[in-house]
């Protein structure tokens, strides 16, 4: 038996809730109960007439046994309802979970039974057992009334009308039976049944209730899942962070109720959500086309990019599982080769949803094979709140997130303004002066040398500086980093570490300064997140408070920060990140997207159209994009479709394109702001004639500053 302390603080497994910033549930961490607890205020009062007239209609009358009901339930064999009063379910639900094996064992917790109602309505009041019986009780897989509002209807219990309120109390009678989902008319006939009950005992008037009975069954299913919902990715990382917190700190994430607030704001993780599954949709569409056009599969050649490599598909199945469970059987090769082209009924992504079909192992090797992969997320510079974060296209099929730091891909051209920024920041170069677009050589010590090249031919030679950030010229990249010399790449190193990137793996060749490393899209963004504010990096963060389930907070989160260049060179960065989408690499976002207020960005294409990249800012908002498939060697063959510009920038287009259609969401819209300082650095261009590199001025100039 349960001592009086037990019966005041039962224990009740809570699931770990997980917030936006906004205040939105975003999911649930749990293992066997979906239970969230409510407080009695927010419960509708005919949601408790509901149940009262159901289940216990003495309930405000009795002290935890109704004897009446009881010796009638005897007497009729139970024909006309049981004799258990809310109180005695209560205790069934708290303390007496197995069932009993025999008559003896069920008549002594009957007995149990009724001295716990007896204690429960001696320690609480009728409201408190009944919030109790409504957080306890079961609706199959929902525990709790709050979880099995969101499951059936998706709102809260405040909002739920009689009709939803008698579908759900009804239910209680026999869960899987009365299940609204799989069973719908016989959850409409118990539903019933409950409104007669308000009838009998008066909570309905006998008009209102024949109206209500009329009315069809109307669910709005949100079946809780941890890969459903809203920025599933995210709550993964949530997942895995606060396996780690717990374990340190002494607490159980699946049965403590804890509540974890995030930095995600959900009209901006919807936005970014929807473009992602617009836009992949739509590239994975061309991607088919081409494949189709050329008449070859999008797995190449490494040495020749435009070749198929016939090699690939069995060289990777080998280390299927199917392959590897064949010869652990110790089936021959040829056996193997029949089983592998063996057709079998099997669930697959598609980018229209989840299909059904048959498929031969290697056919469904060569169709994921092709499937393009995406990470995107957005953060606010000033305070390191990750407002949007998608690891992937479907985290049912897909959980590998490529946003997270330990998720790397290289970079391509998205690295070049780090670059720059490092010499804008050592006075090495100044944005309006002039230097050749020709190539440019380096040596290393062995003697052997590097000489890039330009994807397309510069329109002038000289070029201003900022000219060669805004189309992504190689060659005057380079020139950049030559002048840093000695220990250039060092030096671009060195930035990078203040800026947030991990370079544990950064080669210090020059080649660096046109990206050829692999760094994340977390990363990326937090490095670009300090053009934006001001030089100072933040930190990204995804959490900015735990807290128990009575609301007391347990842990707080505040983002590192860490000076990486002084305001003038950010500053400056922003307004030549700010051309790019002027007629540069980043056209599209003002020709297609229409977003007109000022946004700066910069795409990124690597070797053979691997990667694609996209990174934007804004004074508020700062967001970065990858886009790829699972191996580097598929890719698109043809350079206007595997550009970043192609790949990467139309998610942060339509993403942007969407908060500014939305007039709730308030970011700035401004210019970035002008610091007020004596600047060093000449910004108007029309000003600037002194050429440099021994080279003469060219045609007019476009001022660099508005």
Not at 76 to 100: C, M, P, V, W, Y
Not at 235 to 249: I, L, S, T
Not at 557 to 571: C, G, H, L, S
Request: glycine share 6%.
């Amino acid at each position: 038996m349960p001592d009086v302390n037990e019966v005041a603080n039962p224990n009740t497994t809570l699931a770990t809730e997980i917030y936006s910033d906004d205040n939105e549930l975003l999911g649930k961490l749990y293992r066997l109960e979906n239970r969230t607890n409510i407080e009695y205020n927010d419960l509708p009062e005919y949601m408790v007439n509901a149940l009262v007239a159901t289940e216990d209609a003495r309930f405000y009358k009795h002290s935890g046994i109704d004897i009446k009901a009881l010796i009638r339930a005897v007497s009729k064999l139970g024909r006309d309802g049981g004799g258990s009063t809310i109180s005695q379910q209560l205790a069934k639900n708290l303390f007496h979970d197995l069932e009993s094996k025999n008559k003896i064992q069920r008549v002594l917790m009957k007995f149990k039974e009724w001295i716990i109602a007896v204690k429960l309505e001696r320690e609480y009041t009728k409201h408190e057992i009944i919030t109790l019986y409504f957080n306890t009780v079961r609706w199959g897989n929902s525990s709790g009334i709050k979880s099995a509002a969101k499951t059936f209807f998706n709102k809260p219990v405040a909002s739920l009308n009689i009709e939803e309120a008698a579908v759900l109390v009804g239910m209680l009678r026999a869960p899987s039976k009365y299940d609204p989902y799989r069973n719908p008319n016989n959850a409409k006939h118990v539903r019933n049944v409950v409104l007669n009950q308000m009838e009998k005992y008066d909570y309905l008037a006998e008009i209102q209730c024949d109206s209500i009975k009329s009315l069809e069954l109307v669910l709005d299913y949100n079946f809780s899942s941890h890969n459903r919902g809203m920025a599933t990715y995210l709550r993964e990382q949530v997942h895995q962070f606060m396996k780690r917190w717990c374990k340190k700190n002494g607490f159980n994430i699946y049965s403590d109720g804890l509540k974890v607030y995030t930095t995600i704001d959900s009209r901006m993780q919807q936005y970014a959500e929807d473009a992602v599954e617009k836009h992949m949709s739509s590239l994975q569409e061309q991607l088919y086309g081409e494949i189709k056009r050329t008449k070859t599969m999008p797995w190449r050649d490494e040495e020749n990019a435009w070749n198929e490599d016939k090699n690939y598909i069995p060289k990777h199945l080998k280390n299927t599982q199917q392959y590897k469970l064949a010869k652990k059987e110790g089936l021959s090769d040829a056996e193997i080769d029949i089983k592998m082209k063996t057709a079998v009924p099997m669930r697959i992504f598609s980018c229209k949803g989840t299909i059904d079909t048959t498929m031969s192992p290697i056919d469904s090797l060569k169709y994921y094979k092709q499937i393009l992969h995406t990470g995107f997320m957005a953060m606010d510079p000033k305070n390191g709140y990750i407002k949007a974060w998608v690891g992937g296209i479907d985290f049912a099929h897909f959980q590998y997130d490529h946003v997270n730091k330990w998720s790397t891909r290289q970079v391509g051209s998205t690295f070049k303004p780090i670059v720059y920024a490092r010499a804008i920041e050592d006075q090495i170069i100044q944005p309006c002066e002039l230097i050749s677009s020709g190539p440019v050589t380096f040596e290393s010590e062995d003697g052997s040398t590097w000489t890039p090249q330009n994807s397309s031919k510069p329109k002038a030679d000289p070029l201003p500086i900022y000219e060669g950030l805004k189309h992504s010229h190689n060659t005057m990249t380079a020139r950049v980093m030559k002048r840093m010399e000695p220990n250039s790449p060092l030096k671009v190193k060195d930035f990078s570490d203040k800026l947030g990137i991990d370079t544990k793996k950064f080669m210090p060749y020059p080649s660096i300064c046109l990206g050829t490393m692999d760094i994340s899209v977390y990363e990326m963004v937090g490095a670009y997140s300090a053009f934006a504010n001001n030089g100072v990096w933040t930190e990204p963060i995804f959490i900015t408070r735990i807290e128990d389930k009575h609301g007391n907070v347990l842990a707080e989160f505040i983002p590192k920060t860490e000076e990486a260049m002084n305001i003038q060179t950010a500053y400056v960065m922003c307004k030549m990140l700010q051309k790019i989408p002027e007629g540069g690499t980043a056209t599209r976002l003002r020709t297609r997207y229409g977003i007109g207020f000022p946004v700066g960005g910069k795409t990124g294409t690597t070797q053979n159209n691997s990667d694609g990249w996209f990174m934007g800012i804004s004074p508020d908002l700062v967001g970065g994009c990858w886009v790829g498939a699972e191996d580097r060697q598929v890719h698109f063959r043809s350079t206007s479709l595997g550009q970043g510009a192609n790949m990467a920038l139309p998610i942060f287009g339509l993403f942007m394109q969407s908060i500014k259609k939305d007039s709730k969401i308030s970011i700035n819209k401004n210019d970035f702001n002008k610091p007020e300082i004596e600047f060093t650095i000449e910004l108007d261009c029309d000003k600037y004639k002194q050429p440099t590199d021994n080279t003469s001025v060219g045609s007019e100039i476009d001022p660099f500053q508005r």
